[in-house]
């Protein structure tokens, strides 16, 4: 096998990187690990110092130096300039704390505790100074892109990250040379007329030919123009590419809008191809042997990482107390700003290009390796304590909507999603009792088919199932549109109608054929919870509805401090007063109150019951309680939700094999923003895996324990 390593066929090359690319973010979601250590790590395993199944040949580099300034673009790009300049007393003081603090205390760490030279505990220090917005996907799902606390995180990450790239490039330009006032002078006078020069003269052309040309691929290309320019023109000066690269993003901010198709085109390739090229090129130059040299290397990693951690930390207090913000907004702003991803490897890369002495660099193996392992450490940080202050700023601002009238569901337009004609016409009977009568709106039936060789067939299919419930629909004098879409992926399929028709929430079945998939989800459910943040009803019948005597509903602690809270109350509250059945709520004490309020104000004729449920691990007795004329309601959350629980997790499990052959109801809640499935970071693989790894090995042990 050796013979036909390393690879060395172009076209082999760039197979292996796009399976690199597209394994990475499903293994690395097994393990709950960001997926841009992910393509690190492959790129240690498959590079020289691993497998040596690839070298890193001049396509690593090419790909590799396009990937770097890239991520800088990207950076400049997404900033909120608005924001900034709104609070720009505060942003200015906490960027500086969140800049200065850790540099001098990695500088002072790496010059006395490793010994490290003045220039290299200085180039340490500004990656350590730096940081990247890692966790910020996790303030979108909570809806706290608003908060005071998360703005002045994100404007102060920018801020500190522009000051460490100056430094650096200052110490790039100096290095080597006879460093005098001359030279500083003429270094500052050379940057300004830079910096100058591109904010007078990018406006205008970029305005004039955004403004001339609409074509998608002509903008597209004037943009990377624009990248690669000022990239170009910023290592003519004597500056690293990577600050013209961020430059340029920040005049461009303005002109390309964020929810702009050329903005997602944008973020596509560098994410799709370019920025994984990078990493992947960036693992392949550690070499893991070194990690068992002896203790050094483990020092070094501790020290780096504690040292870089504290000081965030030290920052982030020292503000918030300054500020007079609660100790959760601290949490919040240490949590946003102590990851260390892209901007660290764009600056440890460019300290391996300053040559100290023939042959000799300034970044070495022990400081490439220390802080590749220290991104690992600082992202597991920031996320978990992004997802804990998250929780902490919800709980503590009560973000209880405790007025109902907000919560009638004036958008409501449902989505009935229907496959199977076998349920079907009760899937249409749910949705006419769940809908609001006084609005009078019609529903909205789609049946979505495989784009394959038998989609003309099952077209046909759906538009006969669909027309029969059309005239079930007619029958109650309830509007009906309908739609067969022809679709490659089933899940994409019905969010793409989902937008198209403005829906406010989905009603469909659960799968019915098990033995052609035997997962609880079926084939596409777990993508589509995923990838819509409204509200979605899962469905499974044993009997018909007008059977049922009562609805029993399990409610998880803090739901009433989700969004959806008072939509599924709603909905429920309307099913029991049509079926006249009684409905009976398990839940925590503080949910059951609201919910009390809300039946006795709004559905006073509905016959309703609350009995406290302590943990949800009790869930499984209650299937001694659900007899076969009940209709089990779960109320669930998705992962990193403010009711979320790791208990969910085993959700599937337990309703399979407590609950089956019972009427069962699965309500996802509506969540905070909108998840678009063409949109995608560096930073947040799209794909989510239903189980982690860790999840199947504890399975697999219980399973032997018995």
Not at 381 to 405: C, D, F, P, W, Y
Not at 495 to 524: C, L, Q
């Amino acid at each position: 096998m050796t013979s036909y390593f390393p690879i060395t066929s172009p076209t082999l090359i760039f197979f292996v990187v796009l399976l690199i690319i597209l394994f990475a973010p499903i293994i690395m979601g097994k393990l709950r690990i960001p997926h841009i250590i992910g393509m690190v790590l492959a790129g240690v395993l498959i590079g020289e110092h691993g497998l040596n199944i690839l070298t890193r040949d001049s396509s690593f580099e090419l790909f590799g130096k396009v990937g770097l300034l890239y991520i800088m673009f990207l950076a400049g790009l997404e900033m909120d300039l608005e924001s900034v300049k709104k609070n720009s007393r505060r942003f200015l003081i906490f960027g500086l704390l969140t800049c200065m603090v850790p540099l001098l205390l990695t500088y002072g760490m790496a010059m006395w505790l490793l010994g490290y030279s003045s220039t290299a505990s200085f180039l340490l220090g500004c990656i350590m100074a730096s940081n990247t917005l890692i966790a910020y996907p996790i303030i979108s799902r909570y809806g706290l892109q608003r908060d005071s606390s998360v703005m002045l995180s994100v404007g102060s990450s920018m801020l500190s990250l522009f000051m460490a790239l100056l430094m650096l490039a200052a110490l790039a330009a100096s290095y080597g040379e006879d460093v005098g006032i001359g030279f500083w002078l003429l270094f500052l006078l050379k940057f300004i007329v830079f910096c100058v020069g591109c904010v007078w003269l990018l406006p205008k052309v970029t305005r004039y030919f955004l403004h001339r040309y609409s074509d998608a691929v002509m903008q597209f290309i004037y943009v990377l123009s624009v990248l690669f320019l000022s990239a170009a023109c910023s290592e003519a000066i004597g500056v690293e590419g990577i600050v013209g690269a961020f430059i340029s993003g920040l005049i461009l901010n303005r002109y390309i809008p964020h929810v702009s198709p050329l903005m997602n085109r944008i973020e596509f390739i560098g994410n799709a191809l370019f920025i994984p090229y990078f990493l992947i090129g960036v693992g392949m130059l550690i070499n893991v042997g070194s990690l068992f040299e002896g203790p050094r290397m483990f020092w070094v990693v501790a020290l780096t990482a504690f040292f870089g951690t504290f000081g965030k930390a030290l920052a982030a207090y020292l503000s918030s107390l300054l500020f007079r913000m609660p100790q959760s907004a601290g949490n919040m702003m240490f949590g946003l700003t102590c990851a260390h991803a892209a901007g660290a490897i764009a600056m440890v890369m460019v300290g391996m290009q300053l040559e100290v002495s023939p042959g000799v660099y300034l970044v070495n193996n022990e400081i490439l390796n220390g802080v590749v392992i220290m991104i690992l450490i600082t992202c597991i940080i920031s996320t978990l304590m992004t997802e804990h202050a998250s929780k902490q700023i919800i709980l503590r601002g009560e973000r209880i909507a405790v007025n109902s009238e907000k919560h009638q569901a004036d958008d409501e337009k449902i989505l009935l999603c229907v496959k199977y004609p076998e349920i079907a016409p009760q899937l249409l009977e749910l949705a006419i009792m769940m809908r609001n009568q006084k609005l009078n709106r019609g529903i909205v039936a789609l049946n979505v088919v495989y784009d394959d060789n038998s989609s003309a067939a099952n077209r046909e299919q759906g538009l006969r199932l669909l027309e029969t419930l059309q005239q079930r629909a007619s029958s109650v004098d309830v509007r009906m549109q309908t739609q067969v879409r022809l679709a490659t992926n089933i899940a994409n399929g019905i969010k793409h109608a989902f937008r198209e028709y403005s829906a406010s929430e989905i009603i469909m079945g659960m799968h019915v054929h098990t033995e052609v998939n035997p997962k609880f989800w079926g084939d596409f459910i777990q993508s589509l919870y995923n990838g819509l943040n409204r509200q979605i009803v899962l469905t499974r019948f044993v009997q018909p509805l007008n059977t049922l005597r009562r609805i029993q509903v399990v409610v998880p602690s803090r739901a009433e401090f989700e969004p959806g809270f008072y939509r599924w109350l709603e909905r429920l509250a309307r099913m029991a007063g049509n079926l006249d059945c009684r409905i009976q709520f398990h839940g925590r004490e503080e949910s059951l109150a609201l919910i009390r309020e809300y039946i006795n104000n709004r559905h006073s004729s509905v016959r309703a019951e609350y009995t406290f449920m302590a943990h949800w691990n009790e869930l499984p007795r209650l299937a001694e309680q659900v007899s076969e004329d009940h209709m089990f309601v779960v109320i669930t959350a998705r992962k990193g939700t403010i009711s979320y629980k790791n208990a969910l997790d085993r959700l599937p499990n337990e309703l399979m094999q407590h609950f089956a052959g019972k009427n069962l109801m699965i309500i996802f809640p509506d969540q905070y923003g909108t998840q678009k499935e063409e949109s995608m970071t560096f930073t947040t693989a799209q794909h989510q895996e239903e189980d982690s790894i860790y999840d199947t090995i504890l399975q697999w042990i219980n399973k032997h324990k018995k």
